[in-house]
């Protein structure tokens, strides 16, 4: 008994809620949008200097849960978000959605978070809570949206026997939230064996001269890509009419 007890005194081991938990001052997470899961920068651990002593039970020392971690708690009823205790002892806890996060309808979350301690006696009297930190969350995009043309198909004429730098626009848009995602980065004409080329911008223009008399109309099919490689689910189509050139003729009385 006597053994027992110095070891007790040796290792620590106290029934007394002295000290308030610890946490950092702020954290910086990371969560991509239709996860749960947050990566946060520092990792979320609350330290108490009452926590039980490691290794207590191989010495047969009684361990309480003076200076265990029982909750982290957020403050902001707006924040999709909660803060789960995964190991007491070691004050670790994670962070996650409690909901499917959407980075096209909110792309931050800032909010504070506390960390409370199991206090000592029955019922976890005595608890305390440590200061607060401010928790700032990133929604990373994910590139669920395919670009959409503005219209649902495009016309435009041009006169036989010219070469035009630019003889219409088409231009697509996409609703995801990130640059990367929501801009359209190229544009690719289906058609084969079409007199016609688009750069990146939407800018269609003829690669050889037409003739009124060979073809009077073209159809020719465009596809958009955003910048995450996604192409547009349908093609739209661009109708493109040739005109004959006014020739001088003689005319009779």
Not at 45 to 58: G, I, S
Not at 84 to 109: F, H, I, M, P, W
């Amino acid at each position: 008994m006597g053994l027992l007890m110095d070891i007790s005194v040796l290792l620590g081991v106290s029934t007394v809620n002295k000290h308030k938990p610890w946490i950092e001052t702020s954290y910086h997470g990371v969560i991509t949008e239709n996860m749960d899961i947050v990566l946060l920068d520092p990792p979320l651990v609350a330290l108490d200097k009452d926590a039980p002593v490691p290794y207590a039970e191989k010495y047969q020392v009684t361990s309480t849960k003076t200076g265990e971690i029982c909750a982290f708690k957020i403050h902001g009823l707006e924040a999709p978000f909660e803060a789960v205790v995964l190991n007491g002892t070691s004050g670790e806890g994670q962070l996650r959605a409690r909901g499917l996060v959407d980075c096209e309808l909110q792309k931050e979350y800032t909010f504070i978070i506390q960390a409370h301690d199991c206090g000592a006696g029955p019922g976890g009297t005595g608890g305390k809570k440590s200061h607060k930190a401010v928790v700032h969350i990133q929604v990373n995009d994910v590139n669920e949206f395919s670009p959409v043309f503005r219209e649902a198909q495009y016309h435009a004429a041009v006169t036989e026997g010219k070469i035009y730098d630019n003889i219409l626009q088409v231009e697509a848009t996409d609703q995801d939230c990130s640059p990367q995602y929501s801009q359209i980065c190229n544009y690719q004409i289906n058609t084969s064996n079409t007199p016609f080329a688009i750069d990146r911008n939407g800018n269609i223009r003829n690669t050889e001269k037409l003739s009124f008399d060979k073809q009077q109309q073209y159809e020719v099919l465009v596809t958009a890509f955003d910048c995450g490689q996604k192409r547009s689910t349908e093609s739209v189509a661009v109708h493109i009419d040739v005109k004959p050139v006014c020739k001088p003729g003689w005319q009779g009385d």
